[in-house]
């Protein structure tokens, strides 16, 4: 089946610093991935579409310069937390769209985040 | 503002039990309904998912029933296991999947042995 692999599983990084999640489609081609936030025993928020090619699409409140997605290629898409704070710590979580054989949406593993 | 509700919040049942857990949405425009099951420190994974056009649909133990006028929708797990204890999330997308998903808030199953 298709798999959606996320990198890192968990990642620790000084406030202040920038941390990169990747978000790979393993055997398929997807040109919309989702990237989502999930705090503890809460639902998903939707932070941005990333488009393959193009700037992505960020929901009401969503920084962008804070949060900066970049889509280079059908596979790959990247998520960088800018300067990050203790608030910025949560469960990083990634999706992409399978168009082929009709649209199914996969979820990564997720990438917990914590900033001290 | 919740596009999405989902109840209950929280769900103990023993198992072999029928757990039910129902979602309404508000926005027509909606299409696509998937149910996905998350387990701790784990991304959600794809369960079962119907379209507006059937009332029912079944995959091994999970159900969904939909209703179009109520605009609303539920998940039943038949002969459940305590291996199902997880999160449950029901949400809804637009143009057949193909846009970005809206969640619900999700229901915690405990499934007692």
């Not at chain 1, 579409?49 to 898409?77: C, M, P, R, W």
Request: proline share 5%; with cysteine; net charge positive.
């Amino acid at each position: 089946g298709a798999v959606v692999s996320q990198h890192p599983s968990r990642v620790i990084c000084k406030s202040g610093t920038s941390v990169k999640i990747e978000c790979r489609s393993l055997d398929f081609q997807a040109t919309t991935m989702f990237w989502y936030r999930q705090f503890p025993k809460q639902s998903l928020m939707l932070m941005a579409t990333s488009n393959e090619g193009s700037k992505a699409t960020y929901e009401q409140g969503v920084e962008k310069d804070k949060f900066l997605i970049n889509h280079a290629s059908l596979t790959l898409s990247t998520l960088t937390v800018t300067s990050a704070h203790p608030e910025d710590s949560s469960f990083y979580i990634c999706s992409a769209l399978k168009s082929l054989g009709g649209n199914t949406i996969y979820f990564g593993e997720g990438s917990w985040l914590t900033v001290v | 503002q919740q596009q999405v509700k989902q109840s209950p919040q929280s769900l103990i049942v023993q198992k072999g039990g029928i757990p039910i857990i129902n979602c309404a949405y508000e926005n027509t425009a909606f299409d696509y309904f998937p149910w996905y099951q998350q387990f701790p420190g784990k991304g959600p994974a794809l369960l079962i998912a119907i379209r507006p056009d059937v009332s029912e649909k079944k995959e091994g133990r999970f159900t969904i029933s939909f209703n179009k006028s109520a605009k609303q929708f539920s998940l039943h797990i038949m002969d459940s296991q305590p291996g199902d204890s997880a999160t449950y999330f029901c949400a809804a997308s637009m143009a057949g999947g193909y846009q970005k998903v809206t969640f619900g808030t999700g229901t915690k199953l405990q499934v007692i042995p």
